[in-house]
Nanobody, 121 residues
Framework: QVQLVDSGGGLVQPGGSLRLSCAAS????????MDWYRQAPGKERELVAR???????TYTDFVKGRFTISRDNGRNAVWLQMNSLTAEDTAVYYC???????????????WGQGTLVTVSS
């Protein structure tokens, strides 16, 4: 069994910054992609940023230049540094990972519980 625990959300003023953290624990052989998704009220969950095990990153257009995703493979952890936040960034942010528990297993998907980011003055 594998768990993701994400944290770091909170209330921040427009133009401010937050750093989200996510740590995976449990029976982990390796983790392929680690991602951050978000879901705003009344909207579908959407991908924000992705980082693979080699450190290659992908960002959706609305966060390019403002958000930075990073990871530590040894700690099974991923972070999302969010700068220049706007009200449109208000959402619940979810950590997501593709995990294998052994070299013989297929990858399965794991989600964190979500952390709320509110951008408001």
């Amino acid at each position: 069994q594998v768990q993701l625990v994400d944290s770091g959300g909170g209330l921040v003023q427009p133009g401010g910054s937050l750093r989200l953290s996510c740590a995976a624990s449990g029976n982990i052989f390796n983790i392929a992609n680690m991602d951050w998704y978000r879901q705003a009220p009344g909207k579908e969950r959407e991908l924000v940023a992705r980082i693979n095990s080699a450190g290659s990153t992908t960002y959706t257009d609305f966060v390019k230049g403002r958000f930075t995703i990073s990871r530590d493979n040894g700690r099974n952890a991923v972070w999302l540094q969010m700068n220049s936040l706007t009200a449109e960034d208000t959402a619940v942010y979810y950590c997501h990972a593709s995990v294998r528990s052994s070299r013989f297993d297929s990858y399965f998907e794991v989600w964190g519980q979500g952390t709320l980011v509110t951008v408001s003055s």
